[in-house]
C-alpha cells in the first residue's frame, strides 16, 4: 500500500510542480485548465506559483513521512492529520457549501467523479499506514 500511495503523491505532486512553473497539463489551454482542475466561481487563470509549489512541497512531505520518517509517535500524527486533510476533502466534493465555491465546469463534475473519490482513497491509505 505504500507504493501505491506514493506513486500516487508523486504523479499529484509533479502535476503541481508543473502548474507551478506555468506548464499547463494534460489541457494547454490556462483558463479551461483552471476550470478542470480548480474549479472557483469565475476563474479563468491557474492558480499562481506559489500555492502550486505549496501543494507540491506538502505532497512531498507526505511522502516523506511514508517513506523517510522513522515509525513512532511523530509519524503516526503525521500520517492521521494528512489522512484528516484528504479525507476532509474528498468528503468535501459532495458539500453544497463546497460546490458553491467551486461551481466551474468540468471541475464540478470531476470533483465528484474523480477528484473527491481519489482524496478520499489517499485518506484511507494513509490512515492505515500507521
Keep these: 500500500m505504500t507504493w501505491i500511495l506514493t506513486t500516487i503523491l508523486t504523479a499529484l505532486a509533479a502535476l503541481h510542480l508543473l502548474w507551478a512553473i506555468g506548464f499547463w497539463w494534460p489541457i494547454r489551454d490556462e483558463a479551461q485548465l483552471a476550470r478542470a482542475i480548480a474549479g472557483f466561481k ?15 512541497v506538502a ?9 523517510g520518517w522513522p515509525h513512532g509517535t511523530w509519524r503516526s500524527l503525521g500520517l492521521a492529520g494528512a489522512a484528516a486533510v484528504f479525507t476532509l476533502r474528498g468528503l468535501a466534493a459532495y458539500s453544497p457549501a463546497w460546490r458553491r ?7 464540478a463534475r470531476l470533483d ?4 473527491g473519490p481519489l482524496c478520499i482513497i489517499i485518506g484511507a491509505g494513509l490512515a492505515s499506514q500507521h
Design 59 to 67: 505532497l512531498m512531505a507526505v511522502i516523506w513521512l511514508l517513506l
Design 101 to 107: 465555491i467551486t461551481p466551474e465546469m468540468p471541475f
Design 112 to 115: 465528484r467523479r474523480y477528484y
Design 42 to 56: 469565475g476563474i479563468r487563470k491557474m492558480p499562481g506559483a506559489v500555492p502550486s509549489a505549496l501543494v507540491a
